[in-house]
């Protein structure tokens, strides 16, 4: 036959209740991803809309239309949320198994003939058939949808993320982004090169190409294999990988990854394919107070910063040196390779011009701040932001 006869759907009608719930089990427990996805209400309202719709068909009633509807609207759904489509789809499958294995007990149960049977699981493959292809349908639409606004989302939670991180704005950005939000995240700050365009990157890294100094989001980059993703990242460009915050820490992160981008810039640190922050907590504490560190300097060091370059950098590194040895000469000299008698008059002449206790255990802290600070700045060509007149 070609369709089963509307006696047949009048005799199911009165098992749909109990049709509805054995299905919804099965899902439950075959299918639990789909009902932790979607949801109860959204489970029991697809099982007893096609359990409608399927015996509608039966009746002869325009029930094609409702089906498209229905699924195209789970599909849709499915996609708003982020999830993919197999969980809906293997929850029509098991939907089909368990209508299937119902229908057959009924045939036997009816004393139904073969042909009914065959048009009833011939109805019930094409209606599952029908939703598939709908639920495909609205999730394109959907995705298509999204995509069209998706850049906005990103760059309003990228923004977000190192401006104002408010969870609230977090969580509501990351949702119509599509992005899952991580236990911790770090700034990528790249070196300004207009030469190299920028990379295709992963759809969890937030960038900004265009900003002044362009820089990235990059989530978890303490998880394994992060060096290797990073070098993928930014390729050719010189980097500088920010510290590690928690979400609503990107504004430190960000900010520490900026400054050490210029500082890079004017030949303070080396530039290197990748650089940590972390790995200059001094420079960068030194860089973000300089105009303390030319006071202080001008107090402490005094003429030994208005000597030339070629005169003042010898002292300062014997200084450096002597101070991180424990104020041991015979240890410096080890250290730089000298004479020890090299070393005593080099320290001999800056206590000349300092007039400092180089042993004064209160000025050792500052002494090796400003002492770091002023060699970076003499070998990157910079005239000492700080003499014996002040800053």
Do not use: K
């Given at each position: 036959m070609s369709a089963p006869p509307r006696a047949v759907a009048a005799r199911l009608r009165p098992h749909a209740g109990a049709a509805v719930a054995e299905i919804e089990r099965e899902i439950?427990?075959?299918?639990?991803?789909?009902?932790?996805?979607?949801?109860?209400?959204?489970?029991?309202?697809?099982?007893?809309?096609?359990?409608?719709?399927?015996?509608?068909?039966?009746?002869?009633?325009?029930?094609?239309?409702?089906?498209t509807d229905l699924y195209a609207a789970l599909g849709a759904e499915a996609a708003a949320r982020g999830h993919g489509l197999e969980p809906l789809r293997e929850a029509l499958r098991v939907g089909g198994r368990v209508a299937c294995r119902r229908l057959i007990a009924d045939s036997y149960r009816l004393g139904w003939p073969r042909d009914t049977l065959t048009g009833l699981t011939d109805a019930l493959f094409r209606l599952e058939s029908e939703a598939a292809d709908a639920a495909a349908r609205g999730h394109a639409r959907q995705r298509a949808s999204q995509g069209a606004d998706l850049g906005g989302h990103r760059a309003r939670l990228r923004d977000a993320l190192v401006t104002t991180p408010r969870p609230d704005l977090v969580t509501r950005y990351a949702a119509a982004a599509g992005w899952t939000v991580p236990r911790a995240l770090a700034v990528v700050a790249l070196f300004p090169d207009a030469r190299i365009r920028p990379r295709i990157i992963p759809p969890d890294v937030l960038?900004?190409?265009?900003?002044?100094?362009?820089?990235?989001?990059?989530?978890?980059?303490d998880s394994p294999g992060a060096d290797l993703r990073l070098a993928q990242l930014t390729g050719r460009r010189i980097a500088?990988?920010?510290?590690?915050?928690?979400v609503t820490g990107g504004p430190v992160s960000f900010r520490w990854a900026r400054q050490a981008v210029t500082l890079v810039e004017r030949g303070v640190l080396p530039a290197r394919p990748l650089t940590r922050c972390t790995d200059h907590l001094a420079t960068l504490a030194a860089s973000a107070a300089d105009d303390l560190v030319a006071l202080t300097g001008a107090r402490l060091l005094g003429p030994l910063l208005d000597l030339p370059p070629d005169r003042a950098l010898?002292?300062?590194?014997?200084?450096?040196?002597?101070?991180?040895?424990?104020?041991?000469?015979?240890?410096?000299?080890?250290?730089?390779?000298?004479?020890?008698?090299?070393?005593?008059?080099?320290?001999?002449?800056?206590?000349?011009?300092?007039?400092?206790?180089?042993?004064?255990?209160?000025?050792?802290?500052?002494?090796?701040?400003?002492?770091?600070?002023?060699?970076?700045l003499l070998r990157a060509g910079e005239p000492p932001v700080f003499s014996a007149t002040g800053p």
């Open positions: 439950r427990a075959h299918v639990p991803e789909y009902v932790e996805d979607d949801g109860e209400d959204t489970l029991h309202r697809a099982v007893s809309a096609t359990t409608a719709c399927f015996l509608d068909a039966l009746d002869g009633g325009g029930a094609g239309t409702a089906l960038a900004d190409w265009d900003a002044p100094v362009p820089y990235l989001v990059l989530p978890d980059p500088v990988l920010g510290p590690t915050v928690p010898p002292l300062l590194d014997t200084l450096a040196a002597y101070l991180a040895c424990g104020n041991n000469a015979t240890a410096t000299a080890q250290r730089l390779s000298l004479h020890s008698q090299t070393v005593r008059y080099r320290l001999r002449r800056i206590t000349d011009l300092t007039g400092r206790d180089l042993d004064d255990p209160d000025a050792r802290p500052d002494m090796m701040i400003l002492t770091h600070w002023a060699r970076l």
